[in-house]
């Protein structure tokens, strides 16, 4: 599975767009780029995931670039409740090459949101 | 449907003692996942059940670690004669989508071994 490398920490004013960076230069064709996110004491939530396509829903942005390379997660109004640790998280599909579908997390990015 | 759960929140332990934490998934979901997360770190898997079959454990999960599924519903992880490098947040998780890696994750158990 290809590794990704994030920023350690991140400060974002609060109001403000919020653009998390994601390295992932190894990624393979079928691989998905996920993001998830895990507030203070509580279990990673779901945020978005991405193929090759950008991808937007009710909780943030998803931009992949053309060369698959490299991706970046907006939040586009950062509210207090947003600080949290980011992971993006690269993966196939479940059952290929053998995956069962397990995440491998790294540390993230901490994103401090500011009033 | 209020999402995953885990039982208990929080477990204090002397060392040597066996522990047992639950978790009920999302009624519907076939998979079930168990991570592991100390303090400063991502979660790291443990284990994954599909349905009732434990088709997949990391090597994290030693000896005194075990993982049930019984009738594909809820999961136990009993850690036996527990040590002070097994304090950690136990998550669990799961999922129904067929490829999917959206996984829905329980609050954790934080075990604490003295």
Redo the contacts between chains.
Sequence with gaps: DAKTTQPTSMDCAEGRAANLPCNHSTISGNEYVYWYRQIHSQGPQYIIHGLKNNETNEMASLIITEDRKSSTLILPHATLRDTAVYYCIVRGPVNYGGSQGNLIFGKGTKLSVKP | DTG?SQDPRHKITKRGQNVTFRCDPISEHN?L?W?RQTL??????LT?F?NEAQ??K?RLLSDRFSAERPKGSFSTLEIQRTEQGDSAMY?C?S?AR???????????TRLTVV
């Design positions: 995953v998979r996942y991570y400063g770190q991502g979660p790291e898997f994954y599909q088709l997949e990391s998550l998780a999922s067929r490829g999917s890696l959206e996984a829905f994750f329980g609050q954790g």
